[in-house]
Protein backbone atom coordinates (compact mmCIF):
# COMPACT_ATOMS: atom_id res chain seq x y z
CA UNK A 1 0.00 0.00 0.00
CA UNK A 2 1.40 3.51 -0.82
CA UNK A 3 1.63 6.10 1.88
CA UNK A 4 -1.46 7.90 2.41
CA UNK A 5 0.50 10.73 4.23
CA UNK A 6 3.71 12.54 4.43
CA UNK A 7 6.24 11.78 6.40
CA UNK A 8 6.10 12.30 10.14
CA UNK A 9 2.93 14.01 10.00
CA UNK A 10 -0.18 13.00 12.34
CA UNK A 11 -3.23 11.61 10.66
CA UNK A 12 -5.22 14.96 11.95
CA UNK A 13 -3.38 18.44 11.93
CA UNK A 14 -5.30 21.44 13.61
CA UNK A 15 -5.63 24.43 10.81
CA UNK A 16 -5.75 27.61 12.19
CA UNK A 17 -6.74 30.86 10.28
CA UNK A 18 -5.69 34.13 11.45
CA UNK A 19 -5.49 37.79 11.20
CA UNK A 20 -1.93 37.99 11.54
CA UNK A 21 -0.34 34.34 10.80
CA UNK A 22 3.64 35.67 10.73
CA UNK A 23 2.49 37.48 14.41
CA UNK A 24 1.03 33.76 15.83
CA UNK A 25 4.00 31.49 13.81
CA UNK A 26 6.85 34.32 15.89
CA UNK A 27 5.03 33.48 19.06
CA UNK A 28 4.89 29.96 18.34
CA UNK A 29 8.72 29.40 17.86
CA UNK A 30 9.30 31.40 20.68
CA UNK A 31 6.67 29.26 23.16
CA UNK A 32 6.97 25.64 22.07
CA UNK A 33 10.35 26.26 19.83
CA UNK A 34 8.12 25.57 16.79
CA UNK A 35 10.34 24.51 13.44
CA UNK A 36 9.13 25.84 10.28
CA UNK A 37 8.23 22.41 7.52
CA UNK A 38 6.80 24.01 4.68
CA UNK A 39 5.63 27.67 3.44
CA UNK A 40 3.75 29.06 0.75
CA UNK A 41 3.36 33.22 0.91
CA UNK A 42 0.75 35.53 -0.87
CA UNK A 43 2.25 37.81 -3.28
CA UNK A 44 1.88 40.38 -0.70
CA UNK A 45 4.18 38.81 1.37
CA UNK A 46 1.51 37.18 3.90
CA UNK A 47 0.99 33.80 4.63
CA UNK A 48 -1.06 31.46 2.12
CA UNK A 49 -0.01 28.15 4.36
CA UNK A 50 2.31 27.47 6.76
CA UNK A 51 2.79 23.61 8.57
CA UNK A 52 4.97 23.81 11.90
CA UNK A 53 6.31 21.40 14.23
CA UNK A 54 5.58 21.39 17.46
CA UNK A 55 7.22 18.78 19.36
CA UNK A 56 5.67 15.50 17.55
CA UNK A 57 2.76 17.30 15.66
CA UNK A 58 2.11 19.60 12.91
CA UNK A 59 -0.24 22.55 13.23
CA UNK A 60 -0.80 24.51 10.05
CA UNK A 61 -1.46 28.16 9.66
CA UNK A 62 -2.70 30.90 7.53
CA UNK A 63 -3.71 34.59 6.94
CA UNK A 64 -7.35 35.49 6.91
CA UNK A 65 -9.06 36.13 3.56
CA UNK A 66 -12.30 37.68 2.81
CA UNK A 67 -12.80 34.05 1.42
CA UNK A 68 -11.60 32.57 5.01
CA UNK A 69 -12.23 34.49 7.94
CA UNK A 70 -10.23 34.12 10.90
CA UNK A 71 -11.69 31.84 12.93
CA UNK A 72 -10.62 30.85 17.05
CA UNK A 73 -9.97 27.74 18.72
CA UNK A 74 -8.60 25.59 21.53
CA UNK A 75 -5.88 23.39 21.32
CA UNK A 76 -4.19 21.08 24.24
CA UNK A 77 -0.52 20.85 24.13
CA UNK A 78 1.37 18.28 26.50
CA UNK A 79 4.82 20.11 27.53
CA UNK A 80 7.91 18.75 29.16
CA UNK A 81 7.37 21.91 31.74
CA UNK A 82 3.82 23.65 32.09
CA UNK A 83 5.45 26.26 34.64
CA UNK A 84 8.03 27.24 32.03
CA UNK A 85 5.97 26.96 29.18
CA UNK A 86 2.94 28.94 30.60
CA UNK A 87 5.84 32.07 32.08
CA UNK A 88 7.35 32.39 28.43
CA UNK A 89 3.69 32.68 27.10
CA UNK A 90 2.70 35.50 29.63
CA UNK A 91 6.11 37.21 29.29
CA UNK A 92 5.73 36.95 25.44
CA UNK A 93 2.25 38.72 25.77
CA UNK A 94 -0.35 36.15 25.91
CA UNK A 95 -3.44 36.53 28.14
CA UNK A 96 -3.48 34.26 31.36
CA UNK A 97 -7.11 32.30 31.35
CA UNK A 98 -5.90 30.14 34.30
CA UNK A 99 -2.27 29.08 35.74
CA UNK A 100 -0.91 25.83 36.13
CA UNK A 101 -2.54 23.75 38.70
CA UNK A 102 -3.01 20.26 38.92
CA UNK A 103 -6.84 19.18 39.86
CA UNK A 104 -7.95 16.45 42.39
CA UNK A 105 -7.28 13.13 40.91
CA UNK A 106 -6.40 14.35 37.31
CA UNK A 107 -2.59 13.22 36.68
CA UNK A 108 -1.88 16.36 34.69
CA UNK A 109 -0.69 19.94 36.05
CA UNK A 110 -2.67 22.36 33.69
CA UNK A 111 -2.24 26.21 32.94
CA UNK A 112 -3.91 28.41 30.55
CA UNK A 113 -3.79 31.08 28.31
CA UNK A 114 -5.31 33.36 25.27
CA UNK A 115 -2.78 33.61 21.75
CA UNK A 116 -1.95 36.77 19.93
CA UNK A 117 -4.62 35.46 17.76
CA UNK A 118 -7.32 34.65 20.61
CA UNK A 119 -6.48 31.02 20.51
CA UNK A 120 -7.37 29.20 23.69
CA UNK A 121 -4.21 27.06 24.88
CA UNK A 122 -4.35 24.65 27.38
CA UNK A 123 -0.70 23.20 28.03
CA UNK A 124 -0.38 20.45 30.66
CA UNK A 125 2.38 18.21 32.05
CA UNK A 126 1.61 14.68 33.68
CA UNK A 127 2.98 14.10 36.89
CA UNK A 128 4.45 16.87 36.96
CA UNK A 129 7.43 16.60 39.72
CA UNK A 130 8.38 19.92 41.20
Known amino acids: MKD ?3 TQYNSLS ?3 IVDDAQK ?9 DAKEKRRFDHPDGSIAHIELILDDSIIMISNSTKSYPA ?3 MLHMYVPDV ?3 FDLAIKNGCEAIEKPINK ?3 PDTRGSFYDCAENYWSVSTQNYIK
Open 4 to 6: YKP
Open 14 to 16: PYL
Open 24 to 32: LVDLLKTIF
Open 71 to 73: NKT
Open 83 to 85: FKT
Open 104 to 106: GDD
